[in-house]
């Protein structure tokens, strides 16, 4: 259908490593005297990020780890780092804009099928999160139910999930004007992105969804509101452990069915082979929904979905994609 950082590794403030790694030196203008005498904490942090003990002043206590941290940082250090970067993770990165977990901790904790990915967002991209996500985004918090013909000026409506960086979103939106695109992603740069090809292109058809798709599916959609589904390339999850994460599931089909008007359309398209084989098999087995060829199997790429540059890099590659179009009952 999408990088933590290392609280355990910050240093004290007066410890901040320079550009060799190693501690930064005295600003200019402090005297020797002030800055000849190390701690013992500081001694051990320097040893963690030099890899050599730091030299102590005369008749200084030789450097020893503090009690209970076995790193070098003091215990009060160490939880004032975790605690600043649990507020991070909390906080807006762009404030105004879409919400880091809008769902919160008011919906339970289950296997997801994604994994948010943070990477780094162009100036471009913010400035489209933060003019444009008040009119044209939504946070899915499983809150509140979405007047989609109100949302969308009475279109017909086709819910994306996973859409990369939108440029196949964007396209099948300037395509298709008369019908409406509720994209949902977490992938932040993507959001931007889709945002700013929306204005440059005059796309009014085109909502942002940030979060879990199936609270969206779940708590914010009424029923038969959708006229189709599009999921194209999802992640594949390919170790076996990890295939009860895979999107395509008998339950979501279920869920899916509940939002779908009768005759809407589902298009799933996938280069991984054991991936379609199963969207294959639990598509066909649900008995809502229905195969557009008579003879069953997959369908060739139909005109209106785009050819996607990830799409292109693997046909280069000898992948085979496969499409699937499924009609709801």
Same mark, same amino acid.
């Given at each position: 259908?999408?990088?933590?950082?290392?609280?355990?590794?910050?240093?004290?403030?007066?410890?901040?490593?320079?550009?060799?790694?190693?501690?930064?030196?005295?600003?200019?203008?402090?005297?020797?005297?002030?800055?000849?005498?190390?701690?013992?904490?500081?001694?051990?942090?320097?040893?963690?990020?030099?890899?050599?003990?730091?030299?102590?002043?005369?008749?200084?206590?030789?450097?020893?780890?503090?009690?209970?941290?076995?790193? #070098?940082? %003091?215990?009060?250090?160490? $939880?004032? @780092?975790?605690?600043?970067? =649990?507020?991070?993770?909390?906080? &807006? +990165?762009?404030? #105004?804009? %879409?919400?880091?977990?809008? $769902?919160? @901790?008011?919906?339970?904790? =289950?296997?997801?099928?994604?994994? &948010? +990915?943070?990477?780094?967002?162009?100036?471009?991209?913010?400035?489209?999160?933060?003019?444009?996500?008040?009119?044209?985004?939504?946070?899915?918090?499983?809150?509140?139910?979405?007047?989609?013909?109100?949302?969308?000026?009475?279109?017909?409506?086709?819910?994306?999930?996973?859409?990369?960086?939108?440029?196949?979103?964007?396209?099948?939106?300037?395509?298709?004007?008369?019908?409406?695109?509720?994209?949902?992603?977490?992938?932040?740069?993507?959001?931007?992105?889709?945002?700013?090809?929306?204005?440059?292109?005059?796309?009014?058809?085109?909502?942002?969804?940030?979060?879990?798709?199936?609270?969206?599916?779940?708590?914010?959609?009424?029923?038969?509101?959708?006229?189709?589904?599009?999921?194209?390339?999802?992640?594949?999850?390919?170790?076996?452990?990890?295939?009860?994460?895979?999107?395509?599931?008998?339950?979501?089909?279920?869920?899916?069915?509940?939002?779908?008007?009768?005759?809407?359309?589902?298009?799933?398209?996938?280069?991984?082979?054991?991936?379609?084989?199963?969207?294959?098999?639990?598509?066909?087995?649900?008995?809502?929904?229905?195969?557009?060829?008579?003879?069953?199997?997959?369908?060739?790429?139909?005109?209106?979905?785009?050819?996607?540059?990830?799409?292109?890099?693997?046909?280069?590659?000898?992948?085979?994609?496969?499409?699937?179009?499924?009609?709801?009952?």
């Amino acid at each position: 259908m999408s990088e933590p950082l290392n609280p355990s590794a910050t240093p004290p403030a007066d410890l901040t490593a320079g550009p060799s790694g190693a501690p930064s030196s005295p600003a200019a203008g402090t005297s020797a005297e002030a800055t000849s005498g190390t701690s013992a904490a500081e001694a051990a942090f320097a040893t963690r990020v030099s890899g050599a003990p730091a030299e102590t002043s005369a008749g200084a206590a030789p450097s020893q780890t503090p009690s209970g941290t076995g790193s #070098g940082i %003091p215990d009060d250090l160490r $939880a004032a @780092s975790f605690e600043r970067q =649990r507020r991070l993770r909390q906080e &807006p +990165r762009f404030p #105004g804009g %879409p919400a880091v977990d809008p $769902a919160g @901790s008011h919906h339970e904790r =289950r296997i997801r099928s994604f994994q &948010p +990915r943070r990477s780094r967002v162009t100036p471009g991209q913010e400035d489209a999160l933060m003019r444009l996500w008040p009119a044209w985004g939504l946070d899915i918090d499983g809150q509140r139910v979405l007047d989609l013909p109100e949302l969308f000026d009475g279109l017909p409506v086709v819910l994306e999930i996973g859409f990369g960086m939108g440029e196949a979103t964007a396209q099948m939106a300037a395509d298709d004007p008369g019908t409406g695109i509720l994209a949902v992603d977490v992938h932040t740069p993507g959001q931007g992105n889709l945002l700013g090809l929306a204005e440059r292109n005059g796309l009014s058809n085109i909502r942002v969804a940030n979060g879990d798709a199936i609270i969206l599916l779940r708590e914010m959609l009424k029923p038969d509101s959708l006229d189709g589904l599009r999921v194209y390339f999802p992640d594949p999850w390919p170790k076996k452990r990890h295939h009860k994460r895979r999107l395509i599931q008998p339950e979501f089909l279920d869920l899916v069915a509940q939002r779908l008007r009768p005759g809407a359309l589902v298009h799933c398209a996938t280069d991984w082979e054991p991936y379609a084989e199963q969207m294959l098999e639990v598509l066909t087995a649900h008995p809502l929904f229905e195969n557009t060829l008579p003879e069953g199997g997959y369908a060739p790429r139909p005109a209106f979905r785009p050819l996607t540059r990830f799409e292109g890099q693997g046909l280069d590659k000898g992948h085979v994609v496969h499409d699937l179009l499924f009609t709801r009952r």
